[in-house]
């Protein structure tokens, strides 16, 4: 089955940009959309953005500013990268697929596969 | 934008009650709900989509109900395992978008 794996510092400075890789194994990255997802304590769950395999990416527009998503088809790799970073975003970030069926003309609009997460600190 | 809001924020109840929790939009999102399950430490799983649908190997004593601006999630009969916290979430076709609710505590009583 699918399975994500995301990878990436677990400390970060401030003012310093973070960035993490989501490892897709067990299927191919085509034909979904890809998000990332944080959580802390103070925010819960946020989305911060997606990319389909057509290269089409959206963002939250409250980071929009802040975060690039690009796409590694060849090795089956998403990644995220998020600016100027500060204590605020400090989280558990999350890499996520949105669920396709068929039946319902393809994304149902919920996320059926998660990775573990990470936990990000940011910190000097 | 549309913002999702679940009430309550905590829920205390006992083995064998049936909960509900209950998710609002600001305005009409159609069916666009999602309903998820989170244990400590652990990521989301995905137990309703498109507000009523039932996630593969979800057990049935969960049911999700509801259209245009307010749905529920029901469980049944609780059980042990389901004392987590529960998150709805909406999806914004036109943009794409997604925006979680705030969760949904579920303690013992």
């Known amino acids: 089955q699918v399975q994500l794996q995301e990878s990436g510092p677990g400390l970060v400075k401030p003012s310093e940009t973070l960035s993490l890789t989501c490892s897709v194994s067990g299927g191919s990255i085509s034909s979904y959309y890809w998000s990332w997802i944080r959580q802390s304590p103070g925010r819960g769950l946020e989305w911060i953005g997606y990319i389909h395999y057509s290269a089409s990416t959206n963002q939250n527009p409250s980071l929009k500013s802040r975060v690039t998503i690009s796409l590694d088809t060849s090795n089956n790799q998403f990644s995220l990268k998020l600016k100027s970073m500060t204590a605020a975003d400090t989280a558990v970030y999350y890499c996520a697929r949105a669920q396709s069926r068929f039946e319902y003309g393809g994304n149902t609009g919920g996320f059926d596969i998660w990775g573990q997460g990470t936990m990000v600190t940011v910190s000097s | 934008d549309i913002q999702v809001t679940q009430s309550p924020s905590t829920l205390s109840a006992s083995v064998g009650d049936r909960v509900t929790i209950t998710c609002r939009a600001s305005?009409?999102?159609?069916?666009?709900l999602a309903w998820y399950q989170q244990k400590a430490g652990k990521a989301p799983k995905l137990l309703i989509y498109?507000?009523?649908n039932l996630e593969s190997g979800v057990p049935s004593r969960f049911s999700g109900s509801g259209s245009g601006t307010e749905f529920t999630l029901t469980i049944s009969s609780l059980q042990p395992d389901d004392f987590a916290t529960y998150y709805c979430?909406?999806?914004?076709?036109?943009?794409?978008?997604?925006?979680f609710g705030q969760g949904t505590k579920v303690e013992v009583k």
């Open positions: 305005q009409s999102i159609s069916n666009w």
């Open positions: 979430q909406y999806y914004n076709t036109y943009s794409p978008r997604w925006t």
């Open positions: 498109k507000a009523s």
